[in-house]
């Protein structure tokens, strides 16, 4: 048992090519992994898993998977050799029965969850895994698996998701310093209220924000990973933004951490 609660976060990662550049985002992040208490290991929950069924790694050297094209050589010269957590797996496979979830050595670390562990980090010396996102479920599902993981917290783990509460891919401007569109910032702005006010029934069921939430959740899969850091607080946290903005015109990068 854990002396301190660990924290939980979400984190919304951008491009890519946040692993290597230094930006504000990059840098609140360099300073969550400064100051936060540090994890005996890390569960990753990112957009970029998103599967049939719910699947964990297993494996004890999680590889790292350059999933995404046209950029330039060096990131996919980036490695982040952590070690995985096989023990953990089991231990997440046991909290959240009677589900099967599926063992994978065959996935690893995505860039959604090394491109920010990078940054937060360096060393990779923690031991990581990831938690696939089941495509095939609610939202409110996903809220509860969340739920059922907070006893993690008091074991170490940070638990961190990755994601981006926007995520327009088909509108980005790309233009510099790109003014982001109106019904982004609504959004955003629709969330961040949300989480203040701790109104999570809107946040499940955001589709209520009409054409806001149509345009800035075409898909799911980048909104979902924040519910379970929803599920995952409780009454005794505190809320915190460690950054906040919209790149690209249609991409939000709040970040949302919930600690004692």
Known sequence: MSEQRMPVLFIGHGSPMNAIESNPYTESWRRLGERLPRPRAILAISAHWYTDGTHVTAMARPQTLHDFRGFPPSLYECEYPAPGAPQLARRIRQLLEPMNIGLSNDWGLDHGSWSVLMQMYPRAEIPTLQLSIDAGKPAEFHYQLGQQLRALRDEGVLILASGNVVHNLGLLRREANAEPYDWASA???????????????????CEQAGAEARLSIPTAEHFLPLLYILGASDGGDKLEFPCDGIALGAISMLSVLYAR
Do not use: C, T
């Open 187 to 205: 959004f955003n702005d629709r969330v961040r209220n949300a989480l203040i006010d701790g109104d999570h029934g809107f946040l499940i069921h």
